[in-house]
């Protein structure tokens, strides 16, 4: 009796599935100009996984994803809580002389697309010495998409690019049309229009007589951040990148549209783009389809990634 009771303990525990390990949380840091640069990293158990650096997009937006400008859509904390279950590591970062990474330099505005992408090669290198990968993925999202493809053009230890909710166009043109996408701005384009044509050529502009709206869209304090952005064109960095690139694109995106993802990937016929049917520019669902419904996503981070962001990402990382 005792035998077979040995027996059916022993077939009743192959039967049950084993506990999955949850992923390990660490914080990793990489050199920046003064002080250090900071971030999260998210590793699932094999020692083997894939590695993803996320980028963040514009202004002062952190490593989950959320700004103190409203946004909490925690995107990028998802992202990474979703690629661990599926076997792929991640690091998200705070920016140069931005929240944890503030000691890097003095003046988080004083920045250019060049610095950025000097940044992320220096978290390349941080992360392939803590996880001993030979290359690491990097995932730009929104204006973190340009980080992305400016870095590309050293592109020694980048696995390849993840180019998520990224305009393709020169910023200027996206500027123009998020502007006169909301009917409210009518009153502000001319003044608007202007600004951007002299920062396009270089020039920078007095805002003073600017409506108060623009005045901090231009600051003086950005002007020389916007500028370098301005002079390059995201179609034409992806053309000169040789290696894999997937394009992850909401189809309700209102402030990165279908046509920017088609036009990168004319920049680059091999590379593998995914049009997302109902997510908007955080990457969550959208329903109803109104403006309204759109924009209160950015402050839900309840709200789940919308379906087939995380698998899409993983299964392009995993390809051999």
């Known amino acids: 009796m005792q035998a077979l009771a040995s027996m059916v303990f022993l077939m009743a525990a192959t039967l049950i ?30 020692s083997k996984a894939p590695v993803v650096l996320i980028i963040p997009g514009s202004g002062p937006t952190d490593r989950d994803g959320n700004s103190p400008l ?12 979703g690629l661990a279950d599926q076997g792929v590591a991640s ?3 705070d920016k140069r002389g931005m929240f944890a990474s503030g000691a890097a330099v003095t003046d988080a505005n004083d920045v250019t697309l060049r610095a950025y992408a000097d940044d992320v090669h220096a978290w390349v290198k941080a992360i392939k010495q803590a996880t001993g ?32 909710s990224t305009a393709g166009r020169p910023l200027g043109a996206v500027l123009r049309d ?7 701005n009518a009153p502000l384009l001319e003044g608007a229009n202007a600004t951007i044509a002299a920062l396009e050529a270089g020039h920078r502009v007095d805002v003073s007589s600017l409506h108060p709206a623009l005045q901090g869209l231009f600051a003086p ?3 020389g951040f916007l500028i370098s952005e301005l002079s390059v064109d995201p179609a034409k960095l992806l053309a000169d990148y040789k290696g894999r690139v997937l394009i992850v694109q909401g189809d309700h995106d209102i402030q990165v549209s279908v046509a920017d993802a088609e036009r990168l990937k004319a920049a680059d ?46 299964r392009f990382v995993a390809a051999p």
Not at 23 to 40: D, F, H, N, S, V
Not at 178 to 184: C, I, R, S
Not at 295 to 313: H, I, Q, R
Request: proline share 11%; charged share 10%.
């Open 269 to 314: 016929p091999r590379a593998d783009l995914q049009i997302m049917p109902g997510l908007n520019h955080v990457l969550k669902q959208v329903t109803p389809d109104t403006r309204a419904a759109n924009v209160a996503t950015y402050s839900d981070p309840s709200l789940p990634l919308g379906p087939g962001v995380v698998e899409t990402v993983s």
């Open 178 to 184: 998020q502007l006169k996408a909301n009917p409210a």
């Open 17 to 46: 599935p084993p506990t999955a390990v949850a992923a390990t949380q660490t914080y990793i840091e990489a050199p920046g100009p003064l002080g250090p640069l900071k971030g999260t990293m998210l590793s699932p158990a094999s």
């Open 133 to 164: 990968a030979p290359c690491v993925w990097v995932l730009g999202h929104s204006e973190g998409g340009l980080v992305a493809l400016a870095a590309a053009q050293t592109p020694s230890d980048i696995c390849g690019l993840i180019l998520v």
């Open 221 to 223: 304090a950005v002007q």
């Open 91 to 93: 690091v998200r970062i």
């Open 70 to 81: 409203g946004v909490k859509a925690s995107t990028y904390r998802l992202l990474a809580e």
